[in-house]
């Protein structure tokens, strides 16, 4: 397998960075698999599945948001939104897509999006959803609108007092409160994983786990808003989308809210299908029984699974 990374520049001239693993064998190479991280983390973690994919002749892309992991400008610190905004995000994961198309053959495009990477994708696939051939939405969230409206009028109020710290209370409302199904915990991150060398590998690492300033949140809050209305989401293009999540993700309310986001893009007459993982917490790509996982994500990747439900 061939590693290589980029610094690309992003919307607002944002460094982005980006890496890329490859066959060497150009010629096996049955597709391009690009994948979104989730909220504070960073790409290099899903190099292990990436790795898998590869081995299955997949080319696969992981570049690192705006304020996360290598994604910094000089005296910037991960997690620390200015003037950043949602759309910033967005946009950046098409220069990213620009990149790709400029520098690989003409082979299928997937993009497969996890927790707030999930976010992202569905809103980026009512934009430039005509140029993806199918979706992975991995560990997914549904948020009503009033608790949307609520999440922006915080935010702001808060960014308005203290703009550049990190925010406890904002942390604790979206995602703090997540270790209570697992209590008594060995730590407040065993939601993540049952895997605990995973969760203490995350623990420590400095580029994983911490809070936002009050500006990230209320943009996350403005992006849960725009794909929790059935309008926007009409935008998307008619592309195979599956939806996956271990049964015990407390993001994704146990899968009843994955459930409700489905049942959406289903009832506007999406070609979507849903599979759930039997025990698996929110990263069911870093869950005991991993490789069963990446088997299953592989034959989404593939439209080898066509269960519905």
């Known amino acids: 397998m061939e590693k290589q990374t980029w ?14 693993y490859k ?25 292990h599945f990436a790795q898998f994919l590869v081995e299955q002749n997949y080319i696969v892309y992981i570049h690192d948001h705006r304020k ?35 520098n690989e053959a003409d082979l299928p495009h997937i993009i497969l999006g996890h927790s707030m990477g999930s976010v992202l994708l569905r809103h980026y696939l009512t934009i430039y959803g005509e140029d993806v ?23 702001a109020a808060c960014e308005g007092v203290v703009p550049s710290i990190r925010n406890k209370v904002l942390d604790y409302m979206f995602v703090g409160h997540m270790n209570k199904t697992f209590e008594p915990a060995n730590t407040e991150f065993d ?69 409700k986001v489905y049942d959406m893009y289903n009832r506007l007459g999406y070609d979507v299908n849903l599979k759930s993982v039997a025990n698996g917490r929110h990263e069911i790509l870093n869950e005991i029984n991993k490789e069963e996982v990446y088997a299953i994500v592989l034959d989404l990747i593939e439209g080898k699974q066509d269960e519905k439900g």
């Open 133 to 155: 051939d199918r979706a992975i939405i991995m560990g997914t969230v549904h948020s009503s609108l009033l608790a949307n409206k609520f999440g922006i009028l915080l935010s």
């Open 68 to 102: 996360h992991g290598k994604s910094l400008q000089r005296n910037e610190r991960v997690g620390i939104f200015t003037h950043d905004t949602w759309e910033d995000m967005i946009e950046d994961i098409h220069h990213v897509q620009n990149f790709i198309k400029s």
């Open 7 to 20: 610094i690309i520049q992003g919307t607002k001239n944002q460094k982005i960075f980006l890496r890329r």
């Open 191 to 259: 939601w993540l994983t049952r895997d605990r060398k995973v969760v203490e590998w995350y623990i420590n690492s400095p580029l994983c786990g911490y809070q936002y300033s009050p500006r990230f949140y209320k943009e996350f809050s403005k992006g849960l808003d725009y794909v929790s209305s059935e309008e926007n989401i009409m935008k998307t293009p008619q592309i195979p989308i599956s939806f996956i999540s271990g049964d015990m993700d407390p993001v994704g309310q146990f899968m009843d809210g994955v459930h």
């Open 23 to 47: 066959n060497k064998n150009a010629e096996d190479n049955k597709g391009i698999v690009h994948i979104l991280h989730g909220m504070a983390e960073y790409g290099a973690r899903y190099a």
